[in-house]
């Protein structure tokens, strides 16, 4: 196309050159049909474009919808949801047949007008040309001549025409594109200090968060975490606990306060260098396509192939691993579904051993193993979390009686601290919750 352009703007210019070396009069009226074109071409544009934009972001909602059906098939299929899904589609997919059919109509319009303005051209010159010759003023071969270079004249325009669909479609993708390019990336301190040996003194100093500035969710929030100590957070859905470790490990940033480590402002130093004191081991597993032994190594990409192997052996995933076709060397597909849930997360905790940070993140580390696995997971955590500062977010209360300082989240704010037996001698919120998971069905 960017060929195509010069070579267009080239001939527009040499044949210009010529028609006003055989008749400047001609030429003049010649040029008038260029301001024609444009007018029409503003206006088809003007009038298009809105139906180019519908139709890359019904594209985009298709694509997404296909891929969300796909993905999430056998949910549709044990809700016996296949006929709304089906309807879905078909609505979505009717929106994008009628904002296509629409634009790629005023499309078919810039052909056939480039091609009346064209033959407007080879009017006035026929016309004009003539009572130019009758007046003896040009020849009957000038005329001809002049008629040429008018064909090459439109020539151009109408290349013009036949790529206006394409220019219009390639405008409104690189639209959504750079409306995606102009979000504010997240910016990094200048001269971020580096962190020394962690030991791990984790402190939330008046901390205020929401999602949304006008809804806050973590309300003055204050805490002091010392080095090796278990902190556990507990309470409902929605109470802000996971909030709490999204603003430790930097996913987002306080609209107030701070958040030190060993008394450094987190703020202070880059997302990288924050990030590496923190292992994680979250609810919600993540596997990439590769091997085994590449996804627990992940986190430490220089480790040894033994050490590799004690990390998932103190996991207690090694008997499932070695069970799989070819071991460690087994490729976990992209969707990772060759893998079963609790699998994924002793292969999640394999990982986080491995990294071996100075400070731990559990996040329902163990909500999808079974009750024997956990019990020894569980053995393995109290290995890990020795001498580390750790924090554990669970539902199950029972995994957390030792940790030395639990957290009672509600909305956002500490509603109880304290250990096991101090809080259950309170007989507040954290005792109703323990209680209410022990009680006689």
């Given at each position: 196309m960017f060929t195509q352009l010069i070579s267009g703007l080239a001939t527009l210019v040499g044949v210009t050159v010529m028609m006003f070396t055989i008749s400047p009069l001609m030429a003049g009226l010649v040029l008038l049909v260029v301001p024609v074109s444009i007018v029409l071409a503003r206006i088809i544009f003007t009038g298009s474009q809105k139906f180019f934009k519908a139709q890359q972001q019904q594209l985009g909602a298709l694509s997404g919808q296909v891929e969300e059906t796909f993905s999430g098939h056998q949910v549709v299929q044990a809700f016996r949801q296949e006929g709304a899904a089906v309807a879905a589609f078909e609505k979505t997919n009717g929106a994008l047949y009628e904002s296509a059919w629409k634009s790629q109509f005023f499309t078919s319009l810039m052909h056939p007008l480039m091609t009346f303005v064209g033959n407007l051209g080879y009017l006035l010159v026929v016309i004009f040309g003539a009572a130019q010759a009758a007046m003896g003023r040009i020849s009957v071969g000038d005329i001809q001549a002049f008629i040429q270079y008018v064909r090459n004249f439109m020539q151009p325009l109408m290349s013009f025409a036949q790529v206006t669909g394409q220019i219009q479609t390639m405008a409104a993708?690189?639209?959504?594109?750079?409306?995606?390019?102009?979000?504010?990336?997240?910016?990094?301190?200048?001269?971020?200090?580096?962190?020394?040996?962690?030991?791990?003194?984790?402190?939330?100093?008046?901390?205020?968060?929401?999602?949304?500035?006008?809804?806050?969710?973590?309300?003055?929030?204050?805490?002091?975490?010392?080095?090796?100590?278990?902190?556990?957070?507990?309470?409902?859905?929605?109470?802000?606990?996971?909030?709490?470790?999204?603003?430790?490990?930097?996913?987002?940033?306080?609209?107030?306060?701070?958040?030190?480590?060993?008394?450094?402002?987190?703020?202070?130093?880059?997302?990288?260098?924050?990030?590496?004191?923190?292992?994680?081991?979250?609810?919600?597993?993540?596997?990439?396509?590769?091997?085994?032994?590449?996804?627990?190594?992940?986190?430490?990409?220089?480790?040894?192939?033994?050490?590799?192997?004690?990390?998932?052996?103190?996991?207690?995933?090694?008997?499932?691993?070695?069970?799989?076709?070819g071991g460690y060397q087994m490729v976990i597909n992209e969707a990772a579904d060759n893998v079963s849930s609790g699998q994924k997360q002793l292969l999640t905790i394999a990982r986080a051993m491995l990294a071996d940070k100075p400070v731990l993140i559990l996040d329902e580390a163990t909500s999808n193993v079974d009750t024997l696995t956990e019990h020894r997971i569980q053995e393995a955590m109290r290995r890990l979390m020795k001498g580390r500062t750790s924090f554990v977010i669970a539902h199950r209360l029972s995994t957390i009686k030792g940790a030395d300082l639990i957290l009672v989240m509600h909305q956002g704010e500490i509603a109880e601290h304290g250990t096991h037996e101090e809080l259950m001698r309170k007989g507040g919120r954290y005792k109703e919750l323990y209680e209410s998971q022990f009680a006689p069905a």
């Open positions: 993708a690189a639209e959504r594109v750079f409306e995606f390019m102009d979000v504010q990336e997240e910016t990094e301190p200048h001269d971020a200090p580096k962190l020394g040996p962690v030991k791990g003194r984790v402190c939330f100093e008046n901390v205020r968060f929401g999602y949304d500035p006008g809804t806050i969710v973590i309300h003055d929030f204050s805490l002091c975490v010392q080095p090796g100590q278990t902190c556990a957070i507990v309470g409902e859905t929605g109470s802000g606990k996971t909030t709490l470790i999204k603003l430790l490990m930097r996913f987002y940033e306080p609209l107030s306060g701070r958040i030190t480590l060993d008394g450094v402002d987190l703020a202070t130093l880059t997302r990288k260098e924050a990030r590496s004191a923190f292992g994680m081991v979250l609810q919600d597993t993540w596997l990439f396509s590769g091997t085994i032994m590449d996804n627990i190594r992940y986190g430490r990409p220089d480790a040894t192939d033994e050490e590799v192997k004690a990390a998932a052996a103190a996991a207690h995933a090694e008997h499932f691993i070695l069970t799989q076709p």
